[in-house]
């Protein structure tokens, strides 16, 4: 259930109330106001998620028309007092629209998303070059990879080729700096070999594929479900997503940097990150196409 402010000119409120109540909506209630220029109407609204692109398509005729969306999961409730556990517990997916919104909004800043590129590889660096393990994981929880694999996928289904590019821009781009980060401090340091993490962390599997798989699956069914029906948060959803990336970037700039390091070391590294980039991808974007195409 999603609350909308309407803002219409006056005596346009009650037709907003009609359409609204067409498409289901829910606790209504109409509002005269004092605008900057003229006076309008208020008209809030309480919709099913299923139903918000319906209503804002036949609102989008009206002239003047502006809303606000909260996306967030609102409790209407109404009589009886015992209907209100069946009111409560009808959590949907989130609208299509709402999705692509947040999918915008969760770009950033290029500072900020850059600098938790690079604090992702000194950690991630210091747990390969100290055989730490746990420091990978938390590499995971900071590395920046899910938000730009999520927009790739929303772009693609969408057709938004803008969007697209910008995307993969900003994924290569969080990739790089990791990469260059930990090339960088393991040239500072002189490493000459490679550790006993970054030989383990770099043998490919054939079951490997499946992680950037599953990461992609669940964040895109993370994507669509709503905040109160989804049992694992974004970061932990996001961490899944860098792990098939995050230690493969971080061995990439490691083995570039030594000097004596085998080659099959780099090279395998540098598969498994192609391989993580293009299966995430491509789950992403299939799971993201069916579960918001099935609205």
Known sequence: MRQLLVQVPQGCGKKVLEIANVCEGTNLARFEAAGVERAIDLVFVHISNGKVEELLGKLQDIPDLSFMLLPTGIMALHPPADAAPDQVTNVEERSPLEIFLSGLQSTGSWKGFLSYAAIAGVIVWIG?????????????????????AMNTALATARGDRPLLQHSIIRYFAALSVTIATTALLSWILQQQIPTNLMIDSSQISMVSVLIPLAAGAAGALTLVQSDRSSLVSGAATGMLVAASL?????????????????????????WCAFLSCKFSLVSWLSSTHYLTSSH
């Open 246 to 270: 995050a230690p493969p970037a971080g061995i990439i700039g490691m083995a570039g940097a030594i000097a004596l390091a085998p080659l099959h070391i780099f090279l395998r590294s540098e």
């Open 128 to 148: 390969l070059y100290t055989n730490t393990v746990y420091l990978l994981v938390a590499a995971m929880l900071l590395a920046p990879f899910a938000g730009p």
